[in-house]
């Protein structure tokens, strides 16, 4: 996740509108899944800080994997 930019997220709320109406057969789970995502996009750069400082606050630190010697 990089910094926060109006511009990302405008492109990325379009690319998800152009996805659902140009695809109106998209099963009606999928179709409600991509309306979550287009509306919990972060509008602001606050929102978004708070949204990337929780999902990696509680990453461990480390390797990801553990190698055996």
Not at 35 to 52: D, F, I, P, S, W
């Amino acid at each position: 996740m990089g910094p926060y930019s109006e511009e990302v997220q405008f492109n990325r709320a379009t690319a998800i509108k152009r996805l659902l109406d140009n695809n109106p057969q998209l099963d009606p789970l999928y179709k409600a899944m991509w309306k979550k995502h287009l509306l919990n996009l972060a509008q602001n750069e606050t929102t978004y800080n708070y949204r990337v400082k929780n999902i990696y606050q509680h990453m461990k630190k480390g390797p990801v994997i553990e190698w055996q010697e």
